[in-house]
């Protein structure tokens, strides 16, 4: 059975450009969360996606988008890129069954940002 | 808000000894508590949660934890270390009401051989 997968595992990008970060879910779960680990911290909420929508969002700017398709994956993208975002991004994923689901993390796409 | 605080950037240990990380959590409605171990280079590994019932729940790899209402804690334990357990180990809170989990800024422990 496998974990969750994340593509790709390290990203190199400089200001001002875009990325696209993908996630699969563990099998069974229907939720991916995504979050953002900068260097020496805990992680940070981003968002959520459940039944293909947004369900709860993070403090984050609207540069940070995301996308859930049928098959449950998810993306991330961010645009408009800062130095700031440089950070270790992952995955969780989750099956919706009233309020305990327990999140299962990925192994995370590390992005430095130049 | 929710938030946790885990006062210990660094727990050492020798191998063999007991280990405790400290963990405090504020949430308005009834906590639902979690443990994550996140090893170099590696996303997090789910070791152990408290939704409801005993205080004290057991979690992977000999990992347990109590909770404690009153104190609004959630330390973790284990009775004997093990230099594999060398890690940089997160806590995290939410509330029923809510999906996001926000976590502590993260404990290492070291254990020495």
């Known amino acids: 059975d496998a974990g969750v997968t994340q593509s790709p595992t390290h990203l190199i990008k400089t200001r001002g450009q875009q990325v696209t970060l993908r996630c699969s879910p563990k099998?069974?779960?229907?939720?991916v969360s995504w979050y953002q680990q900068a260097l020496g911290q805990g992680p940070q909420f981003i968002f959520q996606y459940y039944e293909e929508e947004e369900r709860q969002r993070g403090n984050f700017p609207d540069r940070f988008s995301g996308h859930q398709f049928p098959n449950y994956s998810s993306e991330l993208n961010v645009n408009a890129l800062l130095l700031g975002d440089s950070a270790l991004y992952l995955c969780a994923s989750s099956w919706t069954s009233g309020s305990t689901d327990t999140q299962y993390f990925g192994p995370g796409t590390r992005l430095t940002v130049l | 808000a929710q938030s946790v605080a885990q006062p210990e950037d660094q727990v050492n240990v020798a191998e063999g000894n007991p280990l405790t990380v400290k963990c405090t959590y504020s949430?308005?409605?009834?906590?639902?508590l979690f443990w994550y171990v996140q090893y170099p280079n590696r996303g997090l590994q789910f070791l152990l949660k408290?939704?409801?019932?005993?205080?004290l729940v057991k979690g992977s790899y000999g990992f347990e934890a109590e909770f404690n209402k009153s104190q609004t804690s959630f330390h973790l334990k284990k009775p004997s270390a093990l230099v594999s357990d060398s890690a940089l180990y997160f806590c995290?809170?939410?509330?029923?009401?809510?999906?996001?989990?926000?976590f502590g800024s993260g404990t290492r422990l070291q254990v020495q051989p």
């Open positions: 099998s069974g779960h229907d939720t």
């Open positions: 949430v308005s409605g009834n906590p639902y």
């Open positions: 995290a809170v939410r509330d029923g009401g809510r999906r996001a989990l926000t």
């Open positions: 408290y939704i409801t019932g005993d205080n």
